[in-house]
């Protein structure tokens, strides 16, 4: 254990000593960003109704925003501009509470648990994964719960706002007008086909999303399936903390949703999926997955597969953010990226987007001129970067270490990754700060890639450094440049690293048409 811990403290000098100066570029760019999105943020333009004058109103007529999805992000999203004064309409194709699997005022009521963090367990040995949480007031802390329950607060929040229209609809189809976005086409609750108009149309309806082939290149790759479950009567080991257990042929997550509820999601490989109509799920999960189960929650869940109806299957979808420049359209959260959801970062990203978000809009009050919004509001995409990317690849990085493999440099890969959470300090800080969202830095990300990397080389090469061991040492640096390196490329090095080289890292807000006028 000694020499682990030197091997581990010299890789982290060394990364530390690679990564300074990419860290501390990086406080400047993200001090430059933040400093010019608070300055446009609190200049004040005049309000002005903006009235589609192009296209003949019909139907419901118009409004300031349309929001077409009310799930985390479009509701969140409501409920902001709506605050800042904005009219929006929000279109849900169903607003009754959600079943879905998932990882304020909103979480009051709803059962929801404390998460301090992870418990990893792997061969018997296990590594705790503590959030950063020292330098926050008490009451700061992870939150799980039932997402529909969530959701459904949300949404009552934002039906509270007079300004802020929310209904039941499908959305068919975005009217366009020589390449301008103008409104929707959708079916209300009764079936009739409606159509509303507004200068600017954010699109968030979730992973589902039928309106992204014509506002992005979508390219979504499925991995994996989550197979989940609802254990009841049974308590984690750890209070307040997940466990995830590497075990083969399947990773396995624990976390609690409630006071009396834990849910269990099963990660089963896309080529592997059986069949949950003919009971080969639940023979699957009994003798494949049940034999891994913590002691304490194995009783809980073989009952939770024996209840009918609680076995559950959600695709694990990966889909880079590439958007193509649409006048009068936006794309935001799970409809724009996705990632795998084995560290449950989507409401995160999709939070950290609304906020981005709500800030570009927050100085506008006239958004008729699609073109030039458009051409401002393109710095979102550059300015969701650090969260997003630090997230993306985060959790498709770790969904392929701890997929079970028989290559001996991924098992390697593996035995690292936890020896170097074990180490503590600096080193499991940081890699929970960048899970939980605390410290979204690609920079950051590189630092601990760095460090892993010395580490997981250093014990190979331990006591001696071998021919043979020189040439492991080799195979794992490919692996883990393998595994790394095509979801950094996926998410734009350019973008990651070097933000301010991109021409719309960010545009100051478009004058106002009143003001131009007077002064000229």
Same mark, same amino acid.
């Given at each position: 254990?000694? !020499?682990?811990?030197?091997?581990?403290?010299?890789? /982290?000098?060394?990364?530390?000593? +690679?990564?300074?100066?990419?860290?501390?570029?990086?406080?400047?760019?993200?001090?430059?960003?933040?400093?010019? @999105?608070?300055?446009?943020?609190?200049? !004040?333009?005049?309000?002005?109704?903006?009235?589609?004058?192009? /296209?003949?109103?019909? &139907?419901?007529?118009?409004?300031?925003?349309?929001?077409?999805?009310?799930?985390?992000?479009?509701?969140?999203?409501?409920?902001?501009?709506?605050?800042?004064?904005?009219?929006?309409?929000?279109? $849900?194709?169903?607003?009754?509470?959600?079943?879905?699997?998932?990882?304020?005022?909103?979480?009051? !009521?709803?059962?929801?648990?404390?998460?301090? /963090?992870?418990?990893?367990?792997?061969? /018997?040995?296990?590594?705790? %994964?503590?959030?950063?949480?020292?330098?926050?007031?008490?009451?700061?802390?992870?939150?799980?719960?039932?997402?529909?329950?969530?959701?459904?607060?949300?949404?009552?929040?934002?039906?509270?706002?007079?300004?802020?229209?929310?209904?039941?609809?499908?959305?068919?189809?975005?009217?366009? !007008?020589?390449?301008?976005?103008?409104?929707?086409?959708?079916?209300?609750?009764?079936?009739?086909?409606?159509?509303?108009?507004?200068?600017?149309?954010?699109?968030?309806?979730?992973?589902?999303?039928?309106?992204?082939?014509?506002?992005?290149?979508?390219?979504? #790759?499925?991995?994996?399936?989550?197979?989940?479950?609802?254990?009841?009567?049974?308590?984690?080991?750890?209070?307040?903390?997940?466990?995830?257990? +590497?075990?083969?042929?399947?990773? =396995?997550?624990?976390?609690?949703?409630?006071?009396?509820?834990?849910?269990?999601? %099963?990660?089963?490989?896309? $080529?592997?999926?059986?069949?949950?109509?003919?009971?080969?799920?639940?023979?699957?999960?009994?003798?494949?997955?049940?034999?891994?189960?913590?002691?304490?929650?194995?009783?809980?869940?073989?009952?939770?597969?024996?209840?009918?109806?609680?076995?559950? =299957?959600?695709?694990?979808?990966?889909?880079?953010?590439?958007?193509?420049?649409?006048?009068?359209?936006?794309?935001?959260?799970?409809?724009?990226?996705?990632?795998?959801?084995?560290?449950?970062?989507?409401?995160?990203?999709?939070?950290?987007?609304?906020?981005? @978000?709500? #800030?570009?809009?927050?100085?506008?009050?006239?958004?008729?001129?699609?073109?030039?919004?458009?051409?401002?509001?393109?710095?979102?995409?550059?300015?969701?970067?650090?969260?997003?990317?630090?997230?993306? =690849?985060?959790?498709?990085?770790?969904?392929?270490?701890?997929?079970?493999?028989?290559?001996?440099?991924?098992?390697?890969?593996?035995?690292?990754? @936890?020896?170097?959470?074990?180490?503590?300090?600096?080193?499991?800080?940081?890699?929970?700060?960048?899970?939980? &969202?605390?410290?979204?830095?690609?920079?950051?990300?590189?630092?601990?890639?760095?460090?892993?990397?010395?580490?997981?080389?250093?014990?190979?090469?331990?006591?001696?450094?071998?021919?043979?061991?020189?040439?492991?040492?080799?195979?794992?640096?490919?692996?883990?440049?393998?595994? +790394?390196?095509?979801?950094?490329?996926?998410?734009?090095?350019?973008?990651?690293?070097?933000?301010?080289? %991109?021409?719309?890292?960010?545009?100051?807000?478009?004058?106002?048409? #009143?003001?131009?006028?007077?002064?000229?």
């Amino acid at each position: 254990m000694a !020499e682990q811990y030197m091997v581990g403290l010299l890789g /982290g000098v060394i990364a530390s000593l +690679l990564g300074f100066v990419f860290l501390y570029c990086n406080f400047l760019i993200r001090f430059r960003g933040l400093r010019k @999105l608070n300055r446009a943020a609190s200049m !004040e333009f005049p309000k002005k109704n903006s009235v589609n004058k192009t /296209g003949k109103s019909e &139907g419901v007529g118009t409004t300031d925003i349309i929001i077409v999805g009310a799930g985390v992000a479009g509701a969140a999203l409501a409920y902001s501009l709506g605050k800042d004064g904005h009219r929006v309409r929000v279109i $849900e194709r169903d607003l009754n509470a959600p079943n879905r699997m998932a990882g304020e005022n909103c979480v009051d !009521e709803i059962d929801a648990q404390r998460l301090l /963090g992870y418990t990893l367990y792997k061969d /018997g040995k296990e590594a705790r %994964v503590s959030f950063p949480l020292e330098k926050f007031q008490s009451h700061v802390a992870g939150r799980t719960f039932h997402n529909g329950r969530f959701i459904q607060r949300l949404r009552k929040k934002v039906a509270s706002l007079h300004n802020v229209s929310l209904e039941q609809g499908t959305v068919t189809s975005l009217i366009e !007008e020589n390449g301008i976005v103008k409104g929707v086409h959708y079916k209300n609750g009764n079936g009739k086909l409606l159509t509303t108009y507004a200068p600017l149309t954010i699109v968030c309806d979730g992973c589902f999303s039928n309106l992204r082939r014509s506002l992005c290149y979508s390219k979504v #790759d499925i991995p994996s399936y989550f197979v989940g479950l609802t254990l009841t009567n049974c308590n984690l080991p750890k209070e307040n903390y997940g466990a995830i257990i +590497l075990a083969h042929p399947s990773a =396995i997550v624990f976390y609690q949703i409630s006071s009396t509820e834990v849910r269990c999601m %099963v990660n089963v490989p896309s $080529e592997n999926v059986p069949s949950v109509s003919n009971g080969e799920m639940a023979c699957y999960l009994k003798t494949q997955v049940a034999p891994k189960v913590l002691p304490e929650l194995y009783d809980s869940f073989i009952s939770a597969i024996q209840k009918k109806g609680n076995i559950r =299957i959600a695709p694990n979808k990966i889909m880079a953010a590439a958007p193509h420049l649409t006048p009068g359209a936006l794309l935001i959260g799970d409809a724009l990226n996705m990632r795998h959801a084995i560290t449950g970062g989507g409401m995160t990203v999709a939070l950290s987007d609304v906020v981005i @978000l709500r #800030d570009l809009l927050r100085p506008l009050h006239d958004l008729s001129d699609a073109s030039t919004i458009s051409k401002y509001l393109e710095s979102f995409y550059t300015l969701r970067k650090p969260m997003s990317s630090t997230l993306n =690849i985060l959790a498709n990085v770790l969904q392929k270490v701890f997929s079970a493999s028989s290559n001996p440099a991924m098992k390697n890969l593996q035995h690292t990754f @936890l020896g170097y959470l074990r180490l503590g300090g600096m080193f499991s800080y940081g890699a929970s700060a960048m899970l939980c &969202g605390l410290c979204p830095s690609s920079l950051s990300l590189a630092f601990h890639f760095f460090s892993i990397a010395i580490y997981g080389v250093g014990r190979l090469l331990l006591p001696f450094p071998s021919p043979r061991r020189l040439w492991d040492g080799a195979k794992f640096l490919w692996m883990a440049s393998s595994v +790394l390196l095509p979801y950094i490329y996926s998410e734009g090095t350019r973008q990651m690293f070097f933000p301010l080289t %991109v021409p719309a890292y960010y545009r100051t807000p478009p004058e106002n048409k #009143d003001k131009k006028n007077f002064m000229q």
